[in-house]
């Protein structure tokens, strides 16, 4: 475990290259909040962070980069997008476009739909290592296929054969997710636990190092800590260093205790 107070910028030219497995992280889009004025955020900032995550991402590693779009003056920004290409101009891979979609909202619209959904961009750099599905979503039919199929006697039997589902299939690339209760928030932009948990589920395995250069509150980082992955988090405010630090570390010591115990499933 690494927790370096400090503008991530720095890390990522300096550090080992080629050396994180998976990074999962929201930056500060649009500066829709202004975190304790802890810096500005801008596209110059923007660039330098995601030239700096191809260097040191491994061949086969994963960004999860989720991100939204201010509204100024009735126009969605297009951030989201712009950034979405400019990796891409850095050699990743966008392997796939999913939908956060929360359940809730805070600010209703008079002209619009309600916005309740955030962009999450997985990049890939050069071909996928590792990818863990989650399978928790209920299969409504029991088989696949199954046309018409000729009986011994030869005649036909319509609806037989087919191929025989589990009772739980992949789950699809739109993530509906309950976001924290404002007590519960020690962050703006708090990610809800369950966001980089299954991230860090299907992107990594047992002893990859996570990443999070905008750690926040540290939801990354506890839960890389819970799912016995190696953690580097950087975080430029010191308010929240510090409130990462002590969750973080908290979460190392309660998994230092439970192993002596039968270890719980993940779900």
């Avoid at 497995?21 to 923007?46: C, K, M």
């Avoid at 071909?127 to 046309?147: A, Q, S, W």
């Amino acid at each position: 475990m690494k927790l370096i107070h400090g503008d991530c910028r720095e890390y990522l030219f300096t550090c080992e290259p080629d050396s994180i497995d998976l990074t999962v992280t929201s930056p500060p889009y649009d500066n829709l909040r202004t975190y304790n004025n802890s810096s500005s955020w801008g596209w110059a900032e923007f660039s330098a962070v995601a030239a700096g995550l191809w260097r040191v991402t491994k061949p086969g590693g994963v960004v999860v980069w989720v991100v939204g779009d201010a509204t100024i003056k009735g126009s969605e920004t297009g951030s989201s997008f712009k950034q979405a290409l400019f990796f891409k101009e850095c050699g990743f891979n966008l392997h796939d476009t999913m939908i956060y979609e929360k359940t809730g909202f805070s600010n209703p619209s008079s002209n619009r739909y309600h916005q309740v959904f955030e962009y999450i961009f997985i990049f890939t750099k050069q071909k996928l290592r590792v990818f863990n599905p989650i399978k928790d979503r209920e299969n409504k039919y029991t088989r696949r296929g199954g046309g018409s199929k000729r009986s011994v006697a030869g005649g036909m039997i319509n609806g037989a054969g087919g191929q025989k589902l589990n009772e739980f299939g992949q789950r699809l690339n739109i993530w509906r997710m309950s976001h924290n209760k404002p007590q519960d928030r020690l962050h703006p932009a708090s990610f809800p636990p369950s966001l980089p948990h299954d991230h860090i589920i299907s992107w990594s395995n047992e002893g990859d190092t996570v990443f999070d250069p905008f750690m926040g509150s540290g939801t990354t980082g506890k839960m890389a800590k819970q799912l016995n992955r190696d953690f580097i988090g950087i975080e430029i405010d010191k308010e929240y260093f510090e409130i990462a630090r002590q969750r973080i570390e908290g979460t190392q010591y309660n998994n230092q205790i439970n192993r002596t115990q039968k270890a719980a499933p993940v779900i």
